[in-house]
């Protein structure tokens, strides 16, 4: 049982009510807190840096949606462009000039995108990414690394592995052998296994699909060498380069991870931080690539919710912010200010750590072992992350709940919030030490 000190009735009543409607309690598997043994929080209202729930109880807010609240909570300029929007209509299944509008800071901020076609959510890019793939080069295998989470996408979802494998069997119920035996499993920033797997199958890979930087199996950078080589590989083959900037388009640079890492892939997936806090997906790319969809060509891609006016209005109020008041460098301040003081906590309790942090995001694993791939990530002490991650929540911070997930900031987490969150990972290390005694 996990370590909590603090009731949460109305959260446990509301979670025992909706498991009676919704499967699990949740409309989304990593909500319902089961990877650390309890139950979650149910959320009545964000301000800024903070959630509050219906306990009445505050929690400093190191989740910001998944990464996509990159202005917080309620910031005024995007609370107003969903005002002034709802007053004309919130959807009319038609073309509006706020698609247009939105397209063009997407376009005009990363260079690899010529033209984008926006969509509902960020799972359902990729599985049109994907489609657009194989529609383009006319071949069926993609290649995907163990431990990259790309959205509830059935070609996807094929068991995990660390050497190069044709995938077998679906890695869920339900998926069908069909959807996932042309999907190849790869080590994450193994070069030498891409290599491999190149020389036996590129003609007929249609794509690799890639996190730049992936956020699901701890923080893990691609590697110079392995992203390098990817762009070499996918270009002489002919097979298309995917990066998935879900969760990185627009979080570290307004260019996206990819500005700095240097690479253009052929294809970018985004999602999160385009719907400023509503659900929103695009894909973009070449315009010659982009070209192939309907109606302008023949591979079928379409969504009647796509582009409605709320997204539409939110996802430009957020860039045009980001554009025009970049917070990037006061995020990165504030990250910094973040893994000095958790990195001193940590190591002067004499704990077995890996703090990895770039710009606003983070993840904290309690081993001494170095995370470079999904392996490593599965070794970690799983046991003592559920302890520290209730000791924080009982002391208002609220924690991602799955070990392997990353950590994000958001502008609005200053010095003072900073403060705050250091103060109750030293309570909470403090607690720890006297509950293992």
């Known amino acids: 049982m996990p370590e909590s000190r603090i009731l949460r009735p109305k959260s446990q009543e509301a979670f025992r009510r909706a498991k009676r409607l919704i499967p699990g309690g949740v409309n989304s598997p990593a909500r319902a807190f089961s990877a650390v043994d309890g139950d979650p929080p149910f959320i009545a209202r964000g301000d800024g840096p903070r959630i509050f729930d219906i306990d009445d109880l505050q929690y400093i807010d190191c989740s910001c949606a998944r990464g996509s609240l990159i202005f917080g909570h309620r910031h005024p300029r995007i609370v107003a462009a969903i005002e002034e929007a709802l007053k004309a209509g919130s959807s009319f299944a038609a073309p509006t000039l706020r698609e247009t509008e939105l397209a063009e800071l997407i376009v005009e901020a990363i260079p690899s995108i010529e033209m984008v076609r926006l969509v509902d959510s960020g799972a359902e890019a990729i599985t049109s990414a994907i489609?657009?793939?194989?529609?383009?080069?006319?071949?069926?295998?993609?290649?995907?690394?163990?431990?990259?989470?790309?959205?509830?996408?059935?070609?996807?979802?094929?068991?995990?592995?660390?050497?190069?494998i044709l995938a077998g069997m679906p890695g869920c119920p339900g998926v069908s052998f069909g959807a996932t035996n042309g999907t190849l499993i790869l080590r994450y920033n193994d070069v030498a296994a891409l290599e491999s797997v190149f020389a036996q199958h590129g003609d007929l890979i249609?794509?690799?699909?890639?996190?730049?930087?992936?956020?699901?199996m701890g923080l893990v950078s691609g590697t110079a060498a392995f992203l390098e080589t990817l762009r070499r590989l996918t270009q002489e083959h002919e097979s298309l380069l995917i990066f998935d900037e879900v969760t990185t388009g627009f979080r570290l640079a307004y260019g996206g991870a990819q500005q700095l890492v240097g690479i253009e892939p052929d294809i970018t997936?985004?999602?999160?931080?385009?719907?400023?806090?509503?659900?929103?997906?695009?894909?973009?790319?070449?315009?010659?690539?982009?070209?192939?969809?309907?109606?302008?060509?023949?591979?079928?891609?379409?969504?009647?919710?796509?582009?409605?006016?709320?997204?539409?209005?939110?996802?430009?109020?957020?860039?045009?912010?980001?554009?025009?008041?970049?917070?990037?460098?006061?995020?990165?301040?504030?990250?910094?200010?973040?893994?000095?003081?958790?990195?001193?906590?940590?190591?002067?309790?004499?704990?077995?750590?890996?703090?990895?942090?770039?710009?606003?995001?983070?993840?904290?694993?309690?081993?001494?072992?170095?995370?470079?791939?999904?392996?490593?990530?599965?070794?970690?002490?799983?046991?003592?992350?559920?302890?520290?991650?209730?000791?924080?929540?009982?002391?208002?911070?609220?924690?991602?709940?799955?070990?392997?997930?990353?950590?994000?900031?958001?502008?609005?987490?200053?010095?003072?919030?900073?403060?705050?969150?250091?103060?109750?990972?030293?309570?909470?290390?403090?607690?720890?030490?006297?509950?293992?005694?």
């Open 206 to 216: 249609a794509g690799v699909i890639v996190e730049p930087i992936a956020t699901n």
């Open 269 to 437: 997936v985004l999602g999160k931080i385009i719907g400023g806090g509503t659900s929103a997906g695009a894909f973009g790319g070449r315009r010659n690539l982009m070209h192939r969809l309907m109606p302008a060509g023949p591979i079928q891609q379409g969504a009647n919710g796509a582009g409605n006016a709320i997204t539409m209005a939110a996802g430009i109020a957020t860039l045009r912010e980001l554009r025009d008041h970049p917070p990037y460098e006061a995020m990165e301040h504030a990250g910094q200010r973040l893994e000095d003081g958790l990195r001193d906590l940590l190591t002067a309790d004499g704990i077995p750590h890996q703090l990895v942090r770039l710009g606003s995001m983070w993840i904290l694993f309690f081993t001494e072992q170095l995370i470079d791939n999904y392996d490593a990530a599965k070794g970690c002490d799983a046991p003592r992350f559920s302890r520290f991650f209730w000791a924080m929540m009982d002391r208002g911070i609220y924690w991602p709940s799955q070990q392997m997930e990353t950590a994000f900031l958001s502008a609005m987490h200053d010095e003072v919030v900073i403060d705050n969150i250091l103060k109750a990972a030293g309570d909470a290390l403090k607690f720890m030490a006297g509950f293992a005694r």
């Open 131 to 164: 489609r657009l793939a194989r529609g383009f080069t006319g071949r069926d295998m993609i290649v995907k690394f163990a431990g990259g989470y790309h959205g509830d996408v059935d070609a996807l979802m094929v068991a995990t592995g660390s050497n190069p």
